[in-house]
């Protein structure tokens, strides 16, 4: 992936998917990742289907924004797999829980992808090591 100003494109292969594997509880999730300028975004509705159903589960709305609620299932369907694309480094403020939390994020197909650090804004225990993000709920 090659920067030029905040503009960047995403190209599914195997080397993406293998340095951005995510896993909940040590089991495989499938979540659509974004490399931007050597940070590593992923997709914030399929965070909240891989925690469905898990004490750390979150629903996410959009509602003149994105609006994010702890604890509540997510509702919608899961999205299609990511597919190669175009996208923009932008800054994101989500409502969590009625508070207002600004973080980087990228913007590809109208989809928002977040950097692993939100999720300890989520009340989501996890880490990033040797490339894979880590999500532990029990």
Do not use: H
Not at 48 to 69: C, R, S
Not at 85 to 108: P, R
């Amino acid at each position: 992936v090659e920067k030029i100003d905040d503009t960047f494109t995403i190209r599914k292969t195997a080397d993406v998917e293998e340095t951005a594997a995510v896993t909940v509880d040590g089991e495989a999730a499938e979540v659509a990742t974004a490399n931007v300028g050597g940070q590593t975004y992923y997709r914030l509705r399929d965070l909240a289907t891989a925690l469905n159903g898990t004490a750390d589960q979150f629903n996410v709305e959009w509602q003149d924004g994105v609006i994010v609620i702890t604890g509540e299932a997510y509702t919608a369907e899961a999205l299609a797999p990511a597919a190669e694309a175009t996208g923009s480094a932008i800054s994101l403020t989500i409502e969590v829980d009625g508070q207002m939390v600004t973080t980087s994020a990228a913007e590809i197909n109208d989809n928002n992808y977040v950097p692993a650090s939100l999720l300890a804004e989520l009340g989501v225990t996890a880490s990033v090591s040797n490339g894979t993000l880590a999500i532990t709920t029990r």
